[in-house]
């Protein structure tokens, strides 16, 4: 804590503490500790934008020049252990969590949410990374998958048993927090976390009741939770050449508006209005964040011209790059590498694979950074097999190349 003490007051700590900014300060310091207890031992520094907050929040921005290093992270479904292994895979995280990606941008293609019990744990990761990166001109690009979607729609059918305990110990904090705000007068009244939710659901066991409770008030809209963290995610970003989904684009979606999908999605998620996201958007096997069209192991099963179509109609998009469908053979391209599908079913509970990460220098060298020696191996195999018989799940000739890293 070198630095923080003020050797000229330090023997009078109430100097500057009135009674006008006495809540405010306790407000500050009770929200500091609930994170820190939520959060596994993180304190996140200072926010880089602390003049918006909330009710305002500044537009989102969907489009990016190219970064010198551009990052693409697959599904992580709360495992925060194989979620830090991929960020040290790329070189962006050091051995205490602390981002060393300097100038690099990151996208993470969502799907934090479900199918393990560190969710909360990796939101707030990846929030103390972005202000991190921020500071170095870095950047860390989050977005939404379908089962952030499925969440905020209250739809829990991934969850785990440890998805619901680590979220009933959440509340429990921001409950007490709240009663601690409730003693100081000056502060407004906290809302009630569960204003409005049933005591009991009908067919769901008694000992589950409290943590979907928990689970609805952090995540519906306008939940503390999805204010706070998935408000700030993407459904489609453009960096460089690059288009990232969680699904991928079919051509309503871009004559939509790419813009307009971030902004709609966000304002759903945030509470602002009574905003209704077309379904078409979100829900259902066409929508951005369900698509599988392009996602098909066998490159034959893959919808070439439609992809060619789409990116077309994205001014200077070159691949479109995506998650959702799990990949066994590891990261991969098709369609000439115009559709790179990054889902290594990395966590635990969901295939527990081996960390990859896709890595593009500059706009043009596409390389997979990988963590499993055997998966170098399918380079060579991969230009026989692709004339042989058009499968997609290995690297094509002019493909990513593989490049092994120590995790």
């Known amino acids: 804590m ?25 407000s500050s310091f009770v929200d500091t500790f609930i994170d820190f207890s939520v959060s596994g031992g993180l304190f996140l520094p200072p926010n880089p934008n602390p003049n918006n907050p909330n009710p305002n929040p500044p537009p989102l921005q969907t489009t990016y020049p190219s970064p010198n290093r551009l990052i693409a992270i697959g599904d992580l479904h709360g495992d925060l252990h194989k979620s830090k292994q991929a960020l040290t895979l790329a070189g962006l995280i050091d051995s205490s969590g602390r981002w060393t990606g300097g100038t690099a941008t990151v996208v993470q293609v969502g799907d934090v949410l479900d199918r393990g019990g560190e969710e909360l744990k990796i939101l707030y990761f990846l929030e103390k990374l972005r202000r991190e990166a921020d500071k170095c001109g870095g950047r860390v690009v989050t977005m939404n998958g379908n089962h952030e979607i499925m969440n905020i729609d209250g739809d829990f059918r ?18 007490i927090g709240n009663s601690m705000k409730s003693l100081c007068t000056g502060l407004e009244k906290p809302k009630d976390l569960f204003r409005g939710l049933p005591s009991v659901f009908p067919n769901v066991k008694s000992e589950l009741t409290d943590g ?17 963290f998935l408000s700030k995610n993407l459904t489609v970003a453009v960096v460089g050449e690059s288009v990232f989904v969680h699904g991928g684009l079919l051509p309503n979606h871009v004559s939509y508006g790419l ?46 011209s439609m992809l060619e179509h789409v990116l077309g109609t994205i001014p200077g998009a070159k691949r479109m790059i995506m998650g959702h469908t799990i990949q066994e053979s590891g990261i991969n391209g098709v369609c000439e590498n115009r559709a790179i599908r990054i889902d290594v079913g990395l966590s635990k509970g969901c295939g527990n694979g081996l960390p990859e990460v896709l890595e593009i220098i500059g706009n043009s060298d596409v390389r997979v950074l990988t963590s499993n020696p055997l998966y170098l191996n399918r380079y060579q195999s991969s230009v026989e097999a692709n004339q042989k018989e058009g499968i997609g799940m290995l690297i094509p000739e002019h493909g990513p190349r593989p490049v092994e890293v120590q995790a």
């Open 2 to 26: 070198a630095g923080v003490v003020d050797t000229d007051h330090h023997h009078h700590p109430n100097t500057n503490i009135t009674c006008q900014n006495l809540p405010h300060l306790l």
């Open 259 to 304: 813009d307009r999908i971030n902004k709609e999605v966000r304002d759903w998620i945030s509470g602002i209005k009574q905003v209704v996201v077309p379904s078409s958007l979100i829900r259902g096997r066409n929508s951005v964040v369900w698509l599988r069209r392009f996602s098909d192991e066998l490159a034959k099963n893959c919808d070439c």
């Open 158 to 175: 991934y969850v785990t048993q440890s998805g619901l305990d680590e979220f009933k110990v959440w509340a429990d904090w921001y409950c």
């Open 212 to 228: 979907i409770r928990a689970r609805i008030a952090a995540l519906r809209p306008e939940g503390p939770i999805s204010s706070r």
